[in-house]
Every structure is written in C-alpha cells, then in structure tokens.
C-alpha cells in the first residue's frame, strides 16, 4: 500500500472564462483546505472582465499560478494547467464552483491503494440565488474497473476528481477535438488501466445556473457519439462488440427521449429509438424509449 500521509502536491487546475464574479471564491476555497500541500493554477482563457485585475489580489501568494492566454477554448485550458503542475497528484475545480475544506483530506488517503488512478465524491449544488441543496445522483457511483459502465454512463462527476499525475502521462491529457464530454473520454480512458475509487461525501459544490453548456442538449449527444466513436476505433480490441453496441443504443435512445421532450417532433425521436433497438435488440431501455415517443404522439 502506497503511504500518502506525507502530504504529496496536489496540483490544482481551474479553467476560467469570464467568470471573475465567481472565481475568487473558487480559489479562496482551495486555498483553505485542510490539505495545505497545493498549488493552484489558474489558465485565464482570454477572459474579458473583470478577472485579470480579479486576480491580481494573490500575486504575491506562492501557492497560486495565473496564466492568461488567447481565447482556446476549454480543453486548451484544461491541458495548459495540466502541463504546468508540478504535483504528484492533479484535481480540478471550475472557475464557478467551489471545494469544501476537507475535499482533499477525505479522498487523498483513498491513493493508498497504488492500482487507484483516480478519486471521486459526490457534489452538493448551489443555485443562482447562493442557496445550497443536495439531490440524489442520476447516475450510479462505481468503484474499481468501471471500463464497461462507463461507457454506458460517466458516473464522475467532473470537479469532484483527483487523479495520479500518472494517468496523465501514461493515458494522456483532454482531447482538443472535442468541445464538450471531454471529462467522458477522459475517463474511458484511464478506466482501461486504472481504478476508480469513491467516497459518498459531498465535497464539491457545483453552481447550477441558466445557460450553461450542460443544457444543450444536442450538442451534448453529438459529441457523445463522436467521443464513444473514437475511443471503440482506438481501443476496440479490449470491449465485447455487445456492450459497444448497447452503448451506442444507450446513447441514441436517450437522444431520442431529449429531442422528444424539447422540441416536441416525432419523426427523428421515432427513428433514434428504433436505431437503438437494431443496434441491441436486448436493450431494454431502447424500447422503453420507443414506448414513450409512440404513447405520447398518439
């Protein structure tokens, strides 16, 4: 068992574009962890408000790193702070977003375990009037090898995880081809080599707000499919051809239901769901979907 009580660097990445409002806190947050083994480094995306001067307020503070680049988008960022920690270990925070004190002293001892390349926990929600409140998960929590659910669902929820720096080095960094679900083919990823450990405490609190990426729902998908396709062409010969295919009918199924419920049309929904069934003719879901879409257009 690896001892990890000597407090080994964590590394901190937070992304930012034009969230100044929200920033502060995001790093005050890290900065009072009770883990005090950390550098935090903030990537500014080509912010333009108010967070370089923002910003400016811990320059003289050793433990915080900025770097302003040309607007590049999200995963750019993301792999920017990635190349420059320095710590052994790297976790992540959104820029509106925000850690609990004891995040890093709850998931750092689960690292004791050498085969664990990645910790996560459960999150705590703030709305836009700064009240907190906490929902049961959509999606089931697994520990251990989770290559086959992970395809079928990404059970971690981004901001809470801490990774070995080794995984970035051994499985590589975010794939800048892709705009959005890049945490997902992140984590199909490592979970071919690594295992994923969880803890039910809730030491991450996510900001829900209007407009936010995660609402577009069609992009979301697409980049789904486009992600899941490029890692079964990269890492095919280590699935079952029947959990790939049950995988892409999760996706379209679920696709289907989204355009259903948003735009209110039959035809493409009516067609995703079918494609889902042909694709895993066993899935239940699929039918469940096609249920749902023929009842509610009768």
């Excluded at 910003?55 to 790193?65: G, H």
Aim: hydrophobic residues 40%.
């Amino acid at each position: 068992m690896q001892d990890i009580n000597n407090q080994p660097l964590v590394s901190v990445v937070i992304a930012t574009y034009n969230m100044g409002q929200y920033l502060s806190q995001a790093v005050d947050s890290i900065l009072a962890q009770s883990w005090t083994n950390i550098e935090i480094i903030v990537v500014d995306d080509g912010s333009t408000d108010n967070t370089n001067s923002m910003m400016q307020r811990y320059e003289n503070n050793a433990k915080v790193i900025y770097i302003r680049n040309s607007n590049q988008g999200q995963p750019k960022a993301k792999n920017c702070g990635i190349k420059n920690s320095r710590g052994e270990f790297i976790a992540f925070c959104d820029a509106d977003d925000f850690w609990e004190p004891n995040k890093l002293a709850v998931q750092m001892p689960l690292f004791a375990n050498p085969k664990v390349g990645i910790v996560y926990s459960e999150v705590c929600n703030i709305d836009e009037n700064n009240q907190r409140y906490a929902k049961a998960p959509n999606e089931e929590r697994r520990e251990g090898k989770i290559t086959e659910h992970m395809l079928m669902q990404n059970c971690v929820p981004f901001g809470t995880a801490v990774i070995r720096k080794a995984c970035t080095e051994i499985n590589g960094i975010f794939d800048e081809q892709f705009r959005m679900g890049i945490d997902w083919d992140l984590w199909l990823r490592y979970s071919l080599d690594w295992e994923f450990a969880y803890t039910p405490e809730r030491t991450y609190v996510y900001r829900v707000w209007s407009g936010q990426m995660s609402n577009n729902y069609r992009g979301r998908y697409d980049h789904a499919i486009r992600i899941l396709t490029h890692f079964i062409q990269h890492y095919n010969h280590q699935l079952h051809p029947r959990i790939i295919n049950k995988a892409f009918a999760d996706i379209y199924a679920n696709q289907a239901l989204a355009i259903k419920q948003h735009e209110h049309i039959f035809k493409e929904p009516l067609l995703g769901a079918v494609k889902a069934i042909m694709l895993s003719p066993s899935y239940l879901p699929a039918w469940k979907a096609l249920i749902k879409i023929l009842v509610n257009y009768v």
